[in-house]
T-cell receptor
Framework: KQEVTQIPAALSVPEGENLVLNCSFTDSAIYNLQWFRQDPGKGLTSLLLIQSSQREQTSGRLNASLDKSSGRSTLYIAASQPGDSATYLCAGSDQTGANNLFFGTGTRLTVIP | SAVISQKPSRDICQRGTSLTIQCQVDSQVTMMFWYRQQPGQSLTLIATANQGSEATYESGFVIDKFPISRPNLTFSTLTVSNMSPEDSSIYLC????????????FGPGTRLTVL
C-alpha cells in the first residue's frame, strides 16, 4: 500500500522567506502528483498538477517538482506571505492513473508578518 | 475548473442517527468521489460514485454504512448511517472533469460531529 510522508509536519517562517515542503512516496511508481492547499475547516484547493510526462510545474510564486526515480516531490514557495498560511497536502495517483489519490498528512505552514 | 458545493457545511448529530450529505458540481463531470478526513489525519477515499449504478467502495468501507447515490452527472449524496462518535470527520466530495481528467477538484467539506 502506498504511503505518503510529508516533512516537516509544521513550519513557521517570517514573511518574505523562501521555503521548501517535501513529500515522499513509499512506492515510486507515481503517475500524477498534485499539491493542494487546505485552509482551516475548509476543503482543498488544487495548486499544481504534475502530469505523468512532466517533471515540474510553476504557478506564480509556487514551483513543484517530481523525481519519479526516488518518489519524491518538493513544493517551493518564494517570498512567502501571511496569506500563504495553510496546510499543504501532496497527493499522487498510482501508475495506472487510477481513481485513488494517495494523500500525505500535510505540512502546516504559518507565515509570520 | 469545476466548482463543487456541499450541504450541509457542518452538523452535530446524535449517536445512532443518519445524515445525508449532498454534493453539487457546476458542470458535468466524469467521476465523483467521497473522501473522509478524520481529525488530525489525511484524506482517505471512501468510494467512487458511479452514475446510475452502485458505488465502488474502498477497502474498509461498506454500502450499508455509507450508501451513496449519483442520479446524474452533477449530483451525488453520501449517507453516514447509524453514526457513532468515530464517524466524526470532515467528509469531502471530489470530482474530475472530462476536459481535465488529471486534476481533481474538491468541495468545501462537511464537518460532522457525532455526540
Amino acid at each position: 500500500k502506498q504511503e505518503v510522508t510529508q516533512i516537516p509536519a509544521a513550519l513557521s517562517v517570517p514573511e518574505g522567506e523562501n521555503l521548501v515542503l517535501n513529500c515522499s512516496f513509499t512506492d515510486s511508481a507515481i503517475y500524477n502528483l498534485q499539491w493542494f492547499r487546505q485552509d482551516p475547516g475548509k476543503g482543498l484547493t488544487s495548486l499544481l498538477l504534475i502530469q505523468s510526462s512532466q517533471r515540474e510545474q510553476t504557478s506564480g510564486r509556487l514551483n513543484a517538482s517530481l523525481d519519479k526515480s526516488s518518489g519524491r516531490s518538493t513544493l517551493y514557495i518564494a517570498a512567502s506571505q501571511p496569506g500563504d498560511s495553510a496546510t499543504y497536502l501532496c497527493a499522487g495517483s498510482d501508475q495506472t492513473g487510477a481513481n485513488n489519490l494517495f494523500f500525505g498528512t500535510g505540512t502546516r505552514l504559518t507565515v509570520i508578518p | 475548473s469545476a466548482v463543487i458545493s456541499q450541504k450541509p457545511s457542518r452538523d452535530i448529530c446524535q449517536r445512532g442517527t443518519s445524515l445525508t450529505i449532498q454534493c453539487q458540481v457546476d458542470s458535468q463531470v466524469t467521476m465523483m468521489f467521497w473522501y473522509r478526513q478524520q481529525p488530525g489525519q489525511s484524506l482517505t477515499l471512501i468510494a467512487t460514485a458511479n452514475q446510475g449504478s452502485e458505488a465502488t467502495y474502498e477497502s474498509g468501507f461498506v454500502i450499508d454504512k455509507f450508501p451513496i447515490s449519483r442520479p446524474n452527472l452533477t449530483f451525488s449524496t453520501l449517507t453516514v448511517s447509524n453514526m457513532s462518535p468515530e464517524d466524526s470527520s470532515i467528509y469531502l466530495c471530489s470530482a474530475r472533469t472530462s476536459w481535465d481528467t488529471d486534476t481533481q477538484y474538491f468541495g468545501p467539506g462537511t464537518r460532522l460531529t457525532v455526540l
